[in-house]
């Protein structure tokens, strides 16, 4: 099946050709962070975990979301989301390479990975979260891979596949739960000391990982003679209208428990990220424009008028990606560490080298997702061809 | 003062030494009943032994001086690099300037704020506000930071002593996170440039790897006190939590300590005397 990927247009090599290039210029970078250390990016003492773990934790939320076309079809029987149940594994597939990269060139020490399995330490959260991650990988590839195989053939998927397809949907959950635990369980990071930080996570991950797979949907209309189909893209942007009110609101559970409380260790951390804090405001006009974004995105998707309009549906999804992605990438991460334990403020920026290793995994991520969908949609083309 | 921690001190290497005197022969009677030849672990002579290692520091005796002192003492005995030191071009050259940010430490001064920021107090006594409180690892007993290793790098001693094994540490910083008392520094870079005099009784790290203080084990071992404690004239005891009977335990009785972030749960085992 794979020789698909190599018979391709013109702008299909322009494109591999273009990723090639970004993760080359991401390549040569991390070559000078892996001699140098970590030592080029804005990171700190202060700020021990920066760009890569926030895109880290984003894309784990792209992975899970993709489980919200899984469910309606293989719990539901829903038709409508047959077509795009392959793209949503495969979204799964290329978020979760995105997402092991960005733990790898998040290391001091890459070469020492393999002692977390070397030393399996079960207290240890990340040790779950190396399982779900790796486990739901493996889940979405040999599913996927095994049933546009079928599909191509024209038989039914081998049986196996179905009691796979029911295991990922706890995995789907898991992925994004432990990533969360690994922040919502340590005692002194009153920002991520929340209950609701899993339920906030997964929230935000079936509106971002959805509202990704609509726009995905225009560009393979648009790039490809396979229609995904508008029917499937407006239940799937009903979804993301529900999944994202429900972001919405636990922020506000969130930010009325720490302003009405009035805890100082818990309030200093959305203090800085809304307002400041003691006159640092450096993810102030990110923070207003991300709620701004999902606000906006959650307005346009209730109201049906504007939910149906086709050249408004894939920039909305833009709103609500690009939303989700600032408050996790930038302020999720951030917000935890400033004020540092000690309540100094130390603030946090990604430098020029961090940003391009940063594009550069996730041009990774886009290689194999593109290799993957073309497969998927020439499949079917074959197929109804 | 100086009388009674020399006693305690003689207390503690008398019971060591009854222990000593008892190792060998256990280790003999059980590699006897297996009769395999096991490595046998026992402790050197002389060395100084808890079940539970904690340190009281005195708040009132503590001045800049004696301060700096201890600082100075502890971070060139382990290595620790000195951001504002001038490298050696010859031996370093092209060497990056430095992001202080990025600092290692392993024991600093802090304002009572910073140390206690759950104790903040718009009427705090004005002699607290510029006194100089030194923090550390608190080589917790729940230590959050031994938790979430995911290689056991960061690990806890039988004695309650949280050590690192820098060659196991993949530098992941999930420790970092999980300290609730910025314990922890990571070695952004190779430290090496900004170490003024190598000293060779304690290694230095690489890139890549998370470093904190690790109460010097390597002088305990040894029979001697940790560096912070000899620089600190007297400002700093360390010794048994558990012994009732110890130096320490007698200061925790006879004065009035806390202890940073207590709330928490992850028990400290450093001691402020107010």
């Known amino acids: 099946m794979l020789e698909i990927a190599i018979k391709g247009s013109k702008n299909y090599w322009l494109w591999i050709v273009f990723l090639l290039a970004v993760i080359g210029a991401g390549a040569i970078v991390y070559i000078d962070q892996f001699t140098n250390g970590l030592m080029i990016t804005g990171m700190s003492r202060d700020v021990s975990w920066g760009f890569y773990i926030a895109n880290f934790t984003y894309l784990v939320g792209v992975a899970a979301g993709g489980v919200m076309v899984v469910i309606p079809f293989y719990l539901h029987d829903y038709e409508k989301f047959h077509r795009i149940t392959i793209l949503g594994e495969f979204l799964a597939v290329g978020a979760l390479i995105m997402c092991l990269l960005f733990i790898v060139v998040d290391l001091g020490q890459p070469i020492r990975m393999l002692n977390v399995l070397l030393y399996p330490s079960p207290k240890s959260i990340l040790f779950y979260d190396m399982l779900v991650l790796n486990g739901y990988l493996f889940l979405n590839i040999v599913v996927g891979w095994k049933v546009l195989e079928a599909e191509r053939n024209q038989v039914e998927p081998v049986w196996w596949t179905k009691p796979l397809v029911y295991l990922s949907i706890p995995f789907a959950i898991g992925i994004h739960t432990v990533t969360a635990y690994l922040y919502c369980g340590l005692p002194g990071r009153g920002f991520w000391l929340t209950a609701i930080l899993a339920p906030r996570f997964l929230a935000s991950a079936f509106a971002a990982g959805p509202a990704f797979l609509i726009i995905l949907c225009y560009i393979i209309k648009k790039f490809t003679k396979f229609d995904p189909g508008w029917d499937a893209m407006q239940t799937l942007s009903k979804i993301v209208c529900y999944a994202i009110i429900a972001n919405l609101f636990f922020f506000l559970c969130e930010v009325f428990v720490v302003y009405y409380s009035n805890i100082p260790g818990h309030k200093a951390h959305i203090q800085y990220l809304l307002f400041g804090y003691h006159g640092y405001t450096q993810l102030v006009p990110w923070m207003w424009t991300s709620l701004t974004l999902m606000g906006t995105g959650a307005v346009f998707l209730l109201i049906p008028q504007l939910r149906n309009n086709k050249t408004l549906l894939p920039v909305t999804c833009a709103m609500i990606v690009i939303g989700a992605w600032i408050d996790k990438g930038l302020g999720m991460i951030s917000g935890g560490f400033v004020p540092s334990p000690l309540h100094h403020v130390t603030e946090y920026a990604p430098t020029g080298p961090e940003i391009t290793i940063t594009l550069a995994v996730y041009a990774t991520g886009f290689l194999v997702l593109t290799i993957l969908y073309k497969l998927a949609t020439q499949v079917k083309e074959e197929v109804r061809g | ?274």
């Open chain 2, 1 to 274: 003062m100086m009388k009674k921690s020399k006693r305690s001190f003689l207390k503690v290497a008398g019971i060591a030494a009854i222990g000593l005197g008892a190792f060998p022969a256990i280790h003999f009677a059980s590699s006897d009943s297996h009769g395999t030849a096991h490595a046998v672990k026992s402790p050197n002579e002389g060395a100084l032994l808890a079940h539970r290692w904690g340190m009281v520091i005195d708040t009132n005796k503590i001045t800049d001086e004696v301060a700096e002192n201890i600082v100075t003492a502890c971070h060139k005995a382990h290595n620790v690099p000195d951001f504002n030191f001038e490298v050696d071009e010859e031996k370093y050259p092209n060497t990056r300037p430095v992001n202080h940010k990025q600092e290692v430490k392993w024991i600093w001064e802090e304002g009572f704020h910073y140390a206690f920021p759950d104790k903040e107090d718009e009427f705090l006594a004005e002699r607290f506000h510029d006194l100089p409180f030194l923090v550390t690892c608190n080589h917790c007993k729940n230590a959050p930071c031994v938790k979430a290793c995911p290689t056991g790098a960061t690990f806890k001693r039988e004695d309650g002593i949280v050590l690192m094994d820098f060659h196991r540490c993949i530098g992941c910083r999930f420790c970092m996170a999980a300290c609730p008392y910025g314990s922890r520094s990571f070695n952004f870079r190779d430290p090496r440039p900004f170490i003024e005099e190598t000293d060779l009784k304690f290694p230095t790290r690489s890139k890549g790897v998370v470093e904190k203080c690790n109460l010097c084990a390597e002088r305990l071992t040894k029979g001697e006190q940790p560096h912070c404690v000899e620089a600190s004239e007297g400002a700093i005891v360390v010794g048994d939590l558990e012994d009732p009977e110890s130096e320490i335990r007698v200061l925790l009785n006879e004065h009035y300590t806390i202890r940073r972030k207590q709330s928490l749960g992850t028990e400290p085992s450093v001691y402020y005397i107010m």
